[in-house]
């Protein structure tokens, strides 16, 4: 039973570039979120996809943004680079959008993004 | 932002000692989770406790929820230098589908 696939596992853009990170739920989850972890810190919410449609966002700009495929896998996309976009990004599935009460969110093991 | 902060940031023991992590948060949550990160790659899950639980184990682990203190703990017992990891509280609020973590503790378990 496959997990979370994230791809790629890690990625060198330039400031100003733009890219593209994808995610694969865990079979049989339908829902995907996204977070960023910046070096020697707890990850941030950016947003969750369900039923192909942003259901919630954290606090960050409209830089980010995503996309949910009828399969539910997902894509972050991230224009306009900047140096402090530079983190640890991790995807994480659940059904229906809620954490299972025995195994929690079931994460991704990230993409490393360095912007330079 | 955070949610809280996790005490203490950093922790270094002997194998076979026991590993306490504690982490306060501000507002008011559905469910509290404790995650394991190793070497900056992807989190695990280890244990879920509910807002109206106050213990629960799993294994060597032992979470304990005061909501009144708006604090948790993780105990790891018997430690292993498998367990040297990072570890990350997260809350999971009554308006669902988002967590919320702190800063992470980094356990060093030394054989």
């Known amino acids: 039973d496959a997990g979370v696939t994230q791809s790629p596992t890690h990625l060198i853009k330039t400031r100003g570039q733009q890219v593209t990170l994808r995610c694969s739920p865990k079979s049989g989850h339908d829902t995907v979120s996204w977070y960023q972890q910046a070096l020697g810190q707890g990850p941030q919410f950016i947003f969750q996809y369900y039923e192909e449609e942003e259901r919630q966002r954290g606090n960050f700009p409209d830089r980010f943004s995503g996309h949910q495929f009828p399969n539910y896998s997902s894509e972050l996309n991230v224009n306009a680079l900047l140096l402090g976009d530079s983190a640890l990004y991790l995807c994480?599935?659940?059904?229906?959008?809620?954490?299972?009460?025995?195994?929690?969110?079931?994460f991704g093991s990230g993409t490393r993004l360095t912007v330079v | 932002s955070q949610q809280g902060e996790e005490d203490p940031q950093a922790l270094s023991i002997q194998e076979g000692e026991n590993a306490t992590m504690n982490c306060s948060y501000k507002t008011s949550i559905n469910n509290l989770q404790w995650y394991r990160q190793n070497s900056g790659r992807g989190l695990v899950h280890l244990i879920l406790i509910r807002s109206n639980e106050r213990e629960k184990h799993s294994g060597r682990l032992r979470v304990t929820l005061d909501t009144s203190k708006k604090s948790s703990s993780l105990l790891i017992t018997a430690s292993r230098a498998a367990d040297t990891a990072s570890y990350f509280c997260a809350t999971d609020g009554w308006a669902g589908n988002m967590l919320t973590f702190g800063g992470g503790t980094r356990l060093m378990v030394k054989p």
């Open positions: 994480a599935s659940s059904l229906k959008g809620g954490a299972n009460l025995n195994y929690g969110y079931t």
